[in-house]
């Protein structure tokens, strides 16, 4: 059972433009929503994180967008360049655990 | 100590043995968990540790698999005979516990895992 639903699987897009990554939750006794970055041969590093009572949260060339209602939660990179080269994924996490249930990634490829 | 660190950084075995891989977390986080990441896949749950009491197990975690934190500092993860399956890249984060309840999912820090090959 698939908790959160990313898209698309692979996003290639030119240097200095937007990438755009889709995630759907089912679960609405999740409370807290984290993107990560992940670089070959590294584990996951927080990127940017949003509560579902705010409905943008920016920080730098990163953008989160949450439509609560749809249950649907989208990262922005603005401007993009090569080195945001990685794999992204969006998360979520409720209870006392706080375990993170991650989507399934976006290998993002930024060409020069 | 900046960071979570992981041993061995890749294990290459034969199908039906036993191993164990370690994790040393930051030193001041309570929290301490395993995450299981096949090919082209998000990390999923397995077991978190706070302190040293092992408090949640996913249904991923067989009878196969065993975790320790014993004196809630470094932990293991042991995998006795060893399948096909397995193979993975084997994640530890830590996290320290924070004020207001913990409701923070903030704070995780990963290591750069285990990549495990099962022959």
């Known amino acids: 059972q698939q908790q959160v639903k990313q898209s698309p699987q692979s996003l290639i897009v030119q240097k200095g433009g937007i990438s755009i990554i889709n995630c759907a939750y089912e679960?609405?006794?999740?409370?807290?929503f984290p993107w990560y970055q992940q670089f070959p041969g590294k584990g996951p590093a927080l990127l940017i994180a949003?509560?579902?009572?705010?409905s943008e949260k920016k920080e730098g060339r990163f953008t989160i967008s949450f439509n609560k209602s749809a249950k649907q939660f989208s990262l922005h990179i603005m401007d993009s360049q090569p080195g945001d080269s990685a794999t992204y994924f969006c998360?979520?996490?409720?209870?006392?655990?706080?375990?993170?249930?991650f989507g399934s990634g976006t290998q993002l490829t930024v060409l020069p | 100590d900046t960071g979570v660190s992981q041993d061995p950084r890749h294990k290459i075995t034969k199908r039906g043995q036993n191993v164990t891989f370690r994790c040393d977390p930051i030193?001041?986080?309570?929290?301490l968990y395993w995450y299981r990441q096949t090919l082209g896949q998000g990390p999923e749950f397995l077991t978190y540790?706070?302190?040293?009491?092992?408090?949640?197990k996913s249904r991923l975690l067989s009878d196969r698999f065993s975790a320790e934190r014993p004196k809630g500092s470094f932990s293991t993860l042991e995998i006795q005979r060893t399948e096909q399956g397995d193979s993975a890249m084997y994640l530890c984060?830590?996290?320290?516990?924070?004020?207001?309840?913990?409701?923070?999912?903030?704070?995780?820090?990963f290591g750069s895992g285990t990549r495990l090959t099962v022959v």
């Open positions: 949003i509560r579902p009572d705010v």
């Open positions: 030193s001041e986080h309570n929290r």
């Open positions: 679960n609405t006794a999740f409370d807290y």
């Open positions: 984060a830590s996290r320290p516990i924070l004020r207001g309840g913990n409701r923070d999912g903030y704070g995780y820090t």
């Open positions: 540790f706070q302190n040293e009491a092992q408090l949640e």
């Open positions: 998360a979520a996490t409720r209870g006392s655990a706080r375990q993170l249930t």
